[in-house]
T-cell receptor
């Protein structure tokens, strides 16, 4: 089955700095890579996703890059703000069938210091 | 309506109790999921329903019993749980063959 590794497990930055979180996956058939943000005591929320036919996607201060050859993808947050503090999970899936299964990374606790 | 609603938000139960968790969505999604999440860990998949039929059971102990009465509702029946089953239980839904999961707010379960 799919295995997703995520680094770092914790990341502390100053407000305004950039933050980068990296993930690698094992199954070359995986074709969908979402990122979820989970604030303490709240639900995971999808913040950005990318499919395997795209190398980069951007949404305001958030961007995701994908390198299919190396089987890794990264989340980039620019101009970080205290409200970006949360746990971020990457995930991977092969959405080819009706039995859809996401495999999550172990998460990164991001702390943005004012 | 883009919400997945879960009830109750918090639940405390003894090891001999029977309780049920409920999940509802009105987005027309035909795939629904139960996840278990321990503190500081990623969500772990438990069950997947596709078109109201159980399609994935991730070797979950029989003390957890899922039910999908119709396309909008998903239940998780709990019986004879153990303290290590204490966790946040998340429901999610998606369109069939569509990757975006919409999560509910979860039920924080404590087993005493």
């Amino acid at each position: 089955g799919e295995n997703v590794e995520q680094h770092p497990s914790t990341l502390s930055v100053q407000e305004g700095d950039s933050a980068v979180i990296k993930c690698t996956y094992s199954d070359s058939a995986s074709n969908y890579f979402p990122w979820y943000k989970q604030e303490l005591g709240k639900r995971p929320q999808l913040i950005i996703d990318i499919r395997s036919n795209v190398g980069e996607k951007k949404d305001q201060r958030i961007a995701v890059t994908l390198n299919k050859t190396a089987k890794h993808f990264s989340l980039h947050i620019t101009e970080t703000q205290p409200e970006d503090s949360a746990v971020y999970f990457c995930a991977a899936s092969n959405s080819g069938g009706s039995n859809y299964k996401l495999t999550f990374g172990k998460g990164t606790l991001l702390t943005v210091n004012p | 309506d883009t919400e997945v609603t879960q009830t109750p938000k918090h639940l405390v139960m003894g090891m001999t109790n029977k309780k049920s968790l409920k999940c509802e969505q009105h987005m027309g999604h035909r795939a629904m999921y139960w996840y278990k999440q321990k503190a500081k860990k990623p969500p772990e998949l438990m069950f997947v329903y596709s078109y109201e039929k159980l399609s994935i059971n991730e070797s979950v102990p029989s003390r957890f019993s899922p039910e999908c009465p119709n396309s909008s509702l998903l239940n998780l029946h709990l019986h004879a749980l153990q303290p290590e089953d204490s966790a946040l239980y998340l429901c999610a839904s998606s369109q069939i063959r569509r990757e975006k999961l919409f999560f509910g707010s979860g039920t924080q379960l404590s087993v005493l």
